[in-house]
């Protein structure tokens, strides 16, 4: 793994394909208050086989937008109403308050917002990201988020952690999600491919209550959460 100061060298990543199934339904978890509480009152039941779990699963949830009414969020935050019981999903909310990235800066004492960034990382099993493409790239809040996360190199950082990405751009965002698994693999991340979907979203699929009714995004999110939750 890398130390705090190696800011450049590529961990390389590994690709995970699992087919085992869980349960669906939605808990919460939120350690600080970087996290946003799940939103409850939908649900969209899925058939499958329970894994035998001793314990309840964090998955963090990450929004490359800070848009007030992204889809991108809304996607998230449709996704926490359809995972499975065995898992607790918290959406991240800290990213507008980063610093901009400076190696410098990347010792004690540290921003923090950065340290919360990286405690909720930590403190998750599994990662999730949706990010929209800004200028055919990642935006640039978004990256600056996974720079500062490039420097962590503690224990249960993202190296080696399952992680996935839920594209919902109607244009594709093709080139923001190559930089992603460009980045993730400096990062050492385990991608789940089975857990990385595409569902092409306009703002107009989005109800007032800020989730997607689409019965078929939903269960597209909530296979997505199942074979993230075979790899954990």
Same mark, same amino acid.
């Given at each position: 793994?890398?130390?705090?100061?190696?800011?450049?060298?590529?961990?390389?990543?590994? /690709?995970?394909?699992?087919?085992?199934?869980?349960?669906?339904?939605?808990?919460?978890?939120?350690?600080?208050?970087?996290?946003?509480?799940?939103?409850?009152?939908?649900?969209?039941?899925?058939?499958?086989?329970?894994?035998?779990?001793?314990?309840?699963?964090?998955?963090?949830?990450?929004?490359?937008?800070?848009?007030?009414?992204?889809?991108?969020?809304?996607?998230?935050?449709? %996704?926490?109403?359809?995972?499975?019981?065995?898992?607790?999903?918290?959406?991240?909310?800290?990213?507008?308050?980063?610093?901009?990235?400076?190696?410098?800066?990347?010792?004690?004492?540290?921003?923090? %917002?950065?340290?919360?960034?990286?405690?909720?990382?930590?403190?998750?099993?599994?990662?999730?990201?949706?990010?929209?493409?800004?200028?055919?790239?990642?935006?640039?809040?978004?990256?600056? $988020?996974?720079?500062?996360?490039?420097?962590?190199?503690?224990?249960?950082?993202?190296?080696?952690?399952?992680?996935?990405?839920?594209?919902?751009?109607?244009?594709?965002?093709?080139?923001?999600?190559?930089?992603?698994?460009?980045?993730?693999?400096?990062?050492?991340?385990?991608? /789940?491919?089975?857990?990385?979907?595409?569902?092409?979203?306009?703002?107009?699929?989005?109800?007032?209550?800020?989730?997607?009714?689409?019965?078929?995004?939903?269960?597209?999110?909530?296979?997505?959460?199942?074979? $993230?939750?075979?790899?954990?």
């Amino acid at each position: 793994m890398s130390t705090a100061n190696d800011w450049s060298k590529p961990m390389g990543f590994s /690709v995970q394909s699992r087919s085992k199934r869980v349960p669906d339904s939605c808990r919460q978890w939120a350690p600080d208050h970087y996290l946003a509480p799940s939103v409850r009152g939908h649900s969209a039941p899925h058939p499958g086989v329970c894994l035998h779990m001793t314990r309840n699963y964090k998955v963090l949830m990450i929004s490359g937008s800070l848009r007030g009414g992204s889809t991108n969020t809304a996607l998230l935050r449709t %996704a926490m109403t359809v995972g499975s019981p065995l898992m607790v999903l918290s959406l991240y909310e800290g990213m507008s308050e980063l610093p901009h990235v400076n190696p410098d800066d990347d010792v004690p004492p540290r921003s923090p %917002a950065v340290e919360g960034l990286r405690a909720a990382i930590r403190a998750a099993d599994a990662v999730v990201f949706s990010t929209p493409e800004y200028a055919g790239d990642l935006p640039g809040s978004f990256k600056n $988020l996974l720079e500062w996360a490039v420097g962590d190199d503690q224990t249960a950082s993202l190296y080696e952690k399952p992680v996935a990405w839920i594209n919902c751009s109607p244009r594709g965002a093709t080139d923001a999600h190559a930089s992603l698994l460009r980045v993730l693999g400096y990062l050492g991340a385990t991608i /789940v491919s089975e857990a990385c979907v595409r569902t092409p979203l306009e703002r107009i699929s989005i109800g007032s209550d800020g989730l997607v009714d689409s019965d078929e995004v939903r269960r597209s999110l909530a296979d997505a959460l199942t074979h $993230l939750g075979a790899a954990i």
